[in-house]
Nanobody, 123 residues
Framework: EVQLQASGGGLVQAGGSLRLSCAAS????????IAWFRQVPGKEREGVSC????????LYLDSQKGRFTISSDNAKNTVYLHINSLKPEDTAVYYC????????????????WGQGTLVTVSS
């Protein structure tokens, strides 16, 4: 059974940075893509970035290139999301998800979800 545990959220001032962690179990990093998503209350969940062995890192939020960096530590079965230059509009619940094929295309129905971690950015 695939299990994902996100952590690292909190209250951060605008302009600051944050590192979110997603601890994964029940899967192999050789076969799975692991991605970060975010959801603002009342809005649809959106993909942020994904990492897979075959593709490396993939950024879903093209408009935010340079602020979001995804990385993995295979020895720790953990995927990280580094967010720089945080903005109030980055306030959201951040989720990690995993599926057993490439990052692209993203097929939402196949995503195994972890619980979210709340990021609040104050202005």
């Amino acid at each position: 059974e695939v299990q994902l545990q996100a952590s690292g959220g909190g209250l951060v001032q605008a302009g600051g940075s944050l590192r979110l962690s997603c601890a994964a179990s029940g899967l192999s990093f050789d076969d799975y893509s692991i991605a970060w998503f975010r959801q603002v209350p009342g809005k649809e969940r959106e993909g942020v970035s994904c990492i897979s062995k075959s593709e490396g890192s993939v950024l879903y939020l093209d408009s935010q290139k340079g602020r979001f960096t995804i990385s993995s530590d295979n020895a720790k079965n953990t995927v990280y999301l580094h967010i720089n230059s945080l903005k109030p509009e980055d306030t959201a619940v951040y989720y990690c998800g995993a599926w057993d094929y490439r990052c692209l295309p993203l097929l939402w129905e196949d995503v195994n979800w972890g619980q979210g971690t709340l990021v609040t950015v104050s202005s």
